[in-house]
């Protein structure tokens, strides 16, 4: 690791003053992602500004029925929340299938947004990567790309986004709220990452002197009826090759709503609204999904060792809507597939 | 540690040198003051700055689980930490399970059910299994496999390291997935 100064930030007003005063500071809060980065030589912050004592670490109802997650309330707190478990098990289980318990102790709700890519060239800094060091080039897209993106991608990053609950989120249609020099402001989750474009380097659409406070989720939960299932190379303790997050609202064996969302495919949990469209007012049938699928899928393409991710996408698809109509979502324990 | 090719092109970046630190921290029961740079992590403090070097340093990147240990009473990667950040916290180890010389129910086990080859990932594992227990989800030996998956043992003694936590949990085998415990 480089040298740095250590602070710790008094309040939020506090810790938006100190990150606007020096842009090459970094806030810390579980660090389970920037201190790897940093022994890794990829993160090199002048300044570490410790916000973990900030009161952010609650979990509220919202006027409109939602409930309210705190910045730093950890992964595993939020998992086993007696209302995130009830109302939510969608998020549950998503935050469950990733990382492992140690690190779900550790990480925070607004750290596990933040995450930056597991590309292999991304960590390595003896190769070319336009999101490390912008203009370098993509090592990536002609190099060992198996769990490279399909979707989304561009000629300068095919790098995927690494969360597990941050698909689970988006497909819950969660919305980000982030304090700065100009005021608090609320963010749809689906504005919140971006994709690679020609700027590679910026992973999200927070501005450089914000600070997230809070996720909020709407009222909505799809608690009856959803599954997160998450294919991998180990049963336990991986990135995903691709993820699905499948949300539905039945009336007898009709779809009144329902929410998709897919991991390890894009730079940001990748969601078509076409596709829920589609299967709005639908039968929960086989051939509704793969109509849903496809619509899905559309325009993704492989870079060679990750071709097979969109066949693996479009039966994981299937799978995941078939568990979510059943009412029989993936156990994150008992990994058998059924 | 490898420079990025931009720093070695632009030459030694520029830092100004922090002043070291003083944090106080609870371990294993002893009130414990230590200066330290800010880059320390937890890990490197409890082996190099409190010689308490039962805590074993694997990958150092949170992959292996060698450096588990209980922060308040959670387990986390002490790898991933920074020792200035534990302010006020309370830690334990590997050598603070122990009650005198009687072992704790954890270690009895894992030496009955011969849990371990070479022992590097030992402390981290049982340190591990305290803190699984302590958040009382498991009810099956998959949930505990799934749980101790920050774990690594690459001598390969998963099967015993289930059977001495199922031990300690349930007092016997635990029941086959799906069938939950009470």
Same mark, same amino acid.
């Given at each position: ?12 007003? %506090? ?48 006027? %409109? ?10 992964? #595993? ?7 995130? !478990? ?13 990382? #492992? ?17 597991? +590309? =292999? ?7 070319? +990567? ?18 490279? &993106? ?6 300068? +990053?095919? &790098? ?5 609950? +941050? ?18 402001? #609320? ?34 939960? =799809? ?9 991998? %190379?180990?049963?336990?303790? @991986? ?9 539905? !609202? ?7 709503? @329902? ?11 990748? *969601? ?7 299967? #709005?007012?639908?039968?929960?049938? *086989? ?12 325009? &993704? ?9 969109? !066949? ?27 | ?62 992959? $292996?689980?060698? $450096? ?58 049982? $340190? ?55």
């Amino acid at each position: 690791m480089n040298n740095f100064e250590y602070a710790r930030a008094s309040d939020v007003a %506090d810790a938006v003053r100190r990150i606007a005063a020096d842009p090459a500071a970094k806030f810390i809060a579980g660090g389970t992602n920037l201190i790897d980065l940093m022994k890794e030589n990829v993160a090199r912050p002048s300044r570490l500004i410790d916000i973990t004592h900030l009161p952010l670490d609650k979990v509220e109802e919202t006027k %409109d029925g939602g409930l309210r997650i705190g910045a730093l309330v950890p992964n #595993s707190d939020l998992a086993h929340h007696p209302q995130i !478990e009830a109302r939510y098990p969608l998020l549950a289980s998503a935050i469950l299938a990733g990382a #492992s318990q140690q690190l779900r102790n550790m990480a925070s709700t607004g750290g596990n947004l933040l995450q930056r890519t597991r +590309c =292999f060239y991304f960590y390595d800094t003896t190769t070319p +990567c336009n999101k490390r060091e912008p203009g370098s080039g993509c090592s990536a897209i002609e190099g060992i790309n198996r769990n490279h &993106a399909i979707l989304g991608t561009s000629e300068h +990053c095919i &790098a995927t986004h690494p969360s597990d609950m +941050c698909v689970a989120l988006a497909a819950l249609e969660a919305r980000v709220l982030a304090t700065g020099k100009g005021g608090e402001r #609320s963010i749809a989750f689906a504005d919140f990452h971006r994709l690679p474009v020609d700027t590679p380097q910026t992973d999200s659409n927070l501005r450089a002197d914000e600070i997230i406070t809070a996720v909020e989720l709407p009222p909505k939960g =799809f608690a009856g009826n959803y599954s997160y299932l998450k294919i991998r %190379d180990r049963l336990s303790y @991986a990135f995903a090759l691709v993820s699905i997050a499948a949300g539905l !609202e039945l009336e007898g064996g009709t779809i009144k709503a @329902a929410r998709l969302a897919l991991g390890g495919v894009a730079h940001k949990p990748w *969601r078509v609204p076409e596709a829920e469209a589609q299967l #709005s007012g639908a039968p929960a049938t *086989r051939e509704s999904f793969q109509r849903a699928a496809e619509t899905v899928l559309r325009g &993704a393409r492989g870079f060679g060792h990750n071709d097979f991710k969109i !066949e693996l996408a479009r039966r994981g698809i299937l799978r995941a809507l078939a568990q979510a109509a059943r009412g029989t979502p993936q156990s994150q324990s008992d990994k058998r597939i059924k | 540690m490898a420079q990025s090719s931009a720093a070695a092109r632009k030459g030694p970046e520029k830092f100004a040198k922090p002043a070291k630190m003083t944090v106080a921290l609870r371990v294993n029961g002893v009130e414990r003051k230590l200066t330290v740079a800010p880059w320390t992590t937890l890990l490197d403090a409890l082996r190099l700055h409190l010689d308490l070097t039962g805590t074993k340093k694997g990958c150092d990147h949170g992959q $292996c689980g060698a $450096c588990t240990v209980l922060v308040d009473g959670r387990r986390i990667n002490s790898c991933l930490t920074l020792a200035v950040m534990k302010e006020g916290a309370q830690v334990t180890t590997i050598e603070g399970l122990a009650r005198g010389t009687m072992l704790h129910p954890l270690q009895q086990a894992f030496i009955e059910h011969d849990a371990f080859q070479c022992g590097y990932c030992t402390p981290g594992q049982i $340190c591990s299994a305290a803190g699984l227990i302590a958040e009382g989800k498991a009810r099956t030996a998959d949930d505990i496999r799934e749980l101790m998956s920050g774990n690594i043992c690459r001598c390969g003694a998963y099967p015993n390291i289930v059977a001495a936590i199922e031990e300690v949990m349930f007092g016997k085998a635990a029941p086959k997935s799906g069938e939950a415990r009470r």
